[in-house]
């Protein structure tokens, strides 16, 4: 309940004809709660002290006006939405001349959800939330809804810098938000957020991340916009960031810009203008190295992803992780600065062998552009990412879990790591899902460097063997697995798990702190602790 000190009004009510001298005046003392009342149906009394007679009414359903001498009851229902709601209480006297209004408001419904949910928006634990409330598989569609519309109702009253409204993409379509100093010191990225076209589809619009070049971040980002407004890929929605730093931190993928795209895709799925399963990263030589690492870093929140004129060392971006994330990259072939045309054959060359192994996934188009240098054309890109629509739960992953300036993800598709299996080696998870048998083969990643041109490291060698310890957790849904039935998890060849999982509502509200998405709300999970 939001408590505040009783407060006097007192209002000079002045009708036509009179003077102040012969005024009437109303004092209005409210007590014990004055304009805001929590969720709970109660009684508020509004104590009026008039030298005249007057009539008070109120056009909300949900508050009742009751007259009592001296003043007036409201009777509030109990409001059971996770939305506040507002209202006015008129007073005036018989003719109309003598005319005051109270506002009243009245939270949303607070339950214990979403308090949990509101404390760990940024302070995420993996001992998660703890109230069991098991559900029959006939309910689990329900209860998902009210744990994304508990989620939603967190993140509305979490006090941070909201995305600006969708209105049209233009210069004065811009926002900002302020970088923790922890992260980056002095860091406030700019960034623009507009939708093109007119049309405005039923499910959302393809939300289009471009990140900009590496000249002056003013020209750059003003470039951004008028590339963003010339691509052919309307109705569409663009986020365009200005980098809020130079030096050494113009990097897209640097830990305080990680903490702008979680909270991006954090506030656009809590919205209703964007489609969840239509997000795409891309960007141009700068910005497509930084999207080239945010693709395999984050690509189980893609739709696809598109870096141009760049090209990264996969040891930065290993392509194993884009499995589910159709990936374009286009380089000119006489593009040698940074070895970027070299770098982006090697992509290639590890995509072609991975779709090979994996026919059912690692759709790719990356091109070496004939003749072109660092300049080529960038208008096929934003077309070809937008035949493409997000599966959020495969049933294959293949992920390699990293850290990227020093920050590893909780986790990847629907997997979260408890505890790394080791602090010196990557860790990678290739996951498969048949039958109602759930196969992990989790392994150490050891790189070896055999290639260096020019101070860039271009190639590697990797190795990988089992791990023997960590623990880990694996979410499931009924699109996944039949929850009728006993459900196996094998990791490492070794049985875990052989048996009927009971939806839960504390697995849907873990997975959604962990993943903040309303495509992977899971209602069953299950926490493997590898053994020797």
């Known amino acids: 309940m939001t408590k505040s000190k009783n407060l006097l009004f007192s209002l000079l009510l002045i009708p036509a004809g009179m003077t102040a001298q012969s005024a009437e005046t109303i004092d209005f003392l409210t007590t014990p709660h004055h304009q805001v009342s929590d969720a709970q149906e109660r009684t508020l009394s509004l104590d009026v002290n008039a030298s005249g007679e007057y009539v008070a009414t109120c056009d909300a359903e949900w508050a009742t006006i009751i007259p009592r001498e001296g003043g007036v009851y409201v009777h509030i229902d109990e409001n059971t939405s996770y939305s506040a709601r507002e209202t006015t209480i008129r007073f005036e006297n018989a003719d109309g001349h003598l005319k005051t209004a109270v506002s009243l408001q009245q939270q949303g419904y607070r339950d214990e959800l979403v308090n949990y949910l509101l404390e760990h928006i940024d302070t995420y634990s993996t001992n998660g939330y703890g109230k069991s409330e098991p559900l029959a598989i006939s309910d689990i569609a329900l209860k998902r809804d009210s744990v994304w519309k508990a989620w939603q109702q967190a993140n509305s009253l979490y006090d941070e810098e909201k995305l600006i409204p969708l209105d049209k993409l233009s210069q004065t379509s811009t926002g900002a938000w302020h970088i923790p100093a922890t992260l980056e010191a002095s860091a406030t990225m700019n960034y623009r957020y507009g939708r093109k076209g007119t049309s405005v589809p039923a499910e959302g619009l393809p939300l289009f991340i471009y990140l900009h070049g590496s000249g002056d971040p003013d020209g750059e980002w003003a470039n951004g916009l008028s590339l963003g407004q010339s691509w052919n890929d309307a109705p569409s929605a663009y986020f365009i960031p200005q980098i809020p730093n130079t030096g050494e931190l113009y990097r897209w993928w640097q830990r305080g810009k990680q903490w702008a795209w979680e909270k991006l895709l954090r506030q656009a799925f809590v919205g209703s203008d964007i489609n969840p399963d239509r997000i795409y990263v891309f960007g141009i030589s700068e910005g497509g190295y930084g999207s080239q690492r945010l693709a395999s870093f984050y690509g189980d929140y893609w739709a696809a992803a598109g870096p141009m004129a760049g090209g990264e060392p996969l040891k930065n971006a290993p392509a194993e992780n884009l499995r ?35 026919p059912d996934g690692y759709e790719h188009w990356v091109t070496l552009i004939q003749g ?3 300049g080529i054309d960038y208008s096929p890109t934003t077309p070809w990412l937008k035949k493409y629509v997000r599966n959020a739960t495969p049933m294959n992953v293949n992920w390699e879990d990293y850290s990227m300036d020093g920050l590893f993800r909780r986790g990847f598709a629907n997997i979260e790591v408890i505890e790394r299996p080791n602090v010196v080696y990557r860790t990678y998870y290739e996951e498969t899902i048949k039958d109602n048998v759930v196969n992990v083969n989790v392994q150490n990643v050891d790189y070896v460097t055999t290639e260096s041109v020019e101070g860039v490291e271009t190639k590697f060698e990797r190795t990988r063997w089992n791990v023997r310890f960590g623990r880990f957790r694996v979410y499931l849904n009924e ?5 009728s039935k006993p459900v196996r998890i094998v990791v490492n060849g070794k049985e875990y798990c052989n048996e009927v999982l009971t939806p ?9 702190a962990c993943f903040f998405d309303p495509r992977r709300v899971f209602p069953v999970a299950f926490d493997v602790n590898i053994e020797p």
């Open 324 to 358: 589910n994330t159709p990936f374009s990259l286009r380089t000119g072939s006489l593009d040698s600065d940074f070895s970027r045309n070299l770098l982006t054959t090697y992509t290639k060359e590890a995509l072609d062998s991975l779709q090979q192994l994996y």
């Open 372 to 374: 072109s240098g660092h």
């Open 479 to 483: 699109n996944m697995v039949d929850l």
């Open 504 to 512: 839960d509502v504390r697995h849907m509200v873990n997975s959604t």
